[in-house]
């Protein structure tokens, strides 16, 4: 088992940046593969980024924010990060972190792959 909390999230204008973490406790973080989700009001949640377990040699992102956002993990700290730049009112949205324990070599893309997920951070990025 492991418990996941997001943090970072918060209010900035377009143009703008933010890094939100995902923090871990429970079974060492390095043996899981992590992604972020995000939820817009009205919208189903959609893939945003993710890499894959123990020095996160896979990552993979989503087509918009491609050169926009980084995904990093620090397994000293139990935490995955996501760096967000060059914000745009169309990635205000919630951001859910999520962790696979089982084939964690690859960077997941697929919702029901993960099998953990924190409760999220708010994101909204004014025009």
């Known amino acids: 088992q492991v418990q996941l909390v997001e943090s970072g999230g918060g209010l900035v204008q377009t143009g703008g940046s933010l890094r939100l973490s995902c923090t871990a406790s429970g079974r060492p973080f390095s043996s899981y593969a992590v992604g972020w989700f995000r939820q817009a009001p009205g919208k189903e949640r959609e893939f945003v980024s993710s890499?894959?377990?123990?020095?996160?040699?896979?990552?993979t992102y989503r087509d918009s924010v491609k050169g926009r956002f980084t995904i990093s993990r620090d397994n000293a700290k139990n935490t995955v990060y996501l760096q967000m730049s060059r914000l745009k009112p169309e990635d205000t949205a919630i951001y859910y972190c999520?962790?696979?324990?089982?084939?964690?070599?690859?960077?997941?893309?697929?919702?029901?792959?993960?099998?953990?997920w924190g409760q999220g951070t708010q994101v909204t990025v004014s025009s």
């Open positions: 890499v894959s377990w123990r020095s996160g040699d896979d990552t």
């Open positions: 999520a962790a696979r324990g089982r084939g964690a070599s690859y960077a997941p893309r697929i919702e029901v792959e993960f099998e953990y």
